[in-house]
């Protein structure tokens, strides 16, 4: 069932996919973290990388990075630059910063993060930062005892800067006219429409994230959890098809670092303790799960608009499958060979991805070649 991780490694350096994928232009391409990585290549990364990090795109890579690669180590790193000043975005990479700790820290790093929360939310703009707290605050997540915490907090964020709003218009109307105070009369309806929909949305979002993690077994979790991740449901948000994703790569073990000396070959492996063995039976429980997912997708459907859907659905599950170490059947293999990857689909393997250049980025002929 399992394959050899050899066969997949990129053939370009490590250091120079990591380097496209923080340096890609995010805001036109689609930059996917790259696969495969031993969690050891992805720690030294972001542990150079977080504090030279001065914008919010970089900073929101490098939180994908840890919290795909579960790297714990990173938590501090993040802490160490909350705050900042002097660019247009310092709410948004602090904010980013947050999300990064949340996503890979213990209860040392929550407890920062609620420190530094006060400060960030009363620096950030309620327009232009809108985004950026409500990723952070999907990043924190419920608190156990309650499913409404993150969803409360934004809230109540939201709530006080619509009501500064009205100050910020009469302002505006009594300094540059009618027309400039209509704008932000239309950013404070923006504001308030974002509050509407996507207050409960994260509400939803954390009751559910905490019924999934009451579940009573690993198995239970990750027969959950793969419909989730494949986004097939009406139950599974962009939000609970990323997070159910990263618990599955939780669940697999699968961001420990591996060993690829040719010489341990030779060598008897070490004893497997009882935790490595649930882990490797969790890789193989998943792994078979969207192996069947993808399955049962193989069948003609008869309207064009589903074949697409159910095509869309069997890529992903094979690419899933696949990543967990399923050798799959050589037909399939050739049918998704045959089938664009758009970059989306959270567990793949991309070991020769194509990442964009940097914005600006010059070529050797000297012209700006990004975006």
Known sequence: MAHNPLSILSKEPLSHQLEHFLGGEAKYYIIPVPTPLSKTAAALFLAQNIPLAESADKMRKLARLAAFYNVAEAAPIFIKVFGGLGRSDASARWAAAIAGAAWVGGPDARSRIRESLPELLARADVFEDRDAIYDMFDAIGPEPADPKSAATRLAQWLDAGITRFDLKIEDTRKLKGAEEAELVHAQKVTVEEYRTSNVPRLEGIGAQRLKLLALPSDEAKIKALV????????????EIQYWSAIMLLRLGGTTDPVSFDPAAVSKLPPPESDEAKARRANRELIAGEFHKD??????????????????????????AAYYFGHAGEP???????????????????????????????????????GP
């Open 294 to 319: 993808a399955i049962s997708r193989r069948a003609k459907v008869e309207n064009e608009r589903k074949q697409a859907r159910q095509d869309l659905y069997r890529a992903r599950s094979l690419r």
């Open 331 to 369: 037909e399939d293999r050739v049918w998704l060979g045959s089938q664009p990857d758009p970059g989306t689909d959270v567990l793949a393997l991309r070991p020769d991805w194509e990442y964009p250049p940097a914005c600006g980025h010059k070529g050797d002929d000297g012209h700006d070649h």
């Open 227 to 238: 419909p989730l991740a494949i986004a097939e449901t009406s139950e599974s948000s962009k």
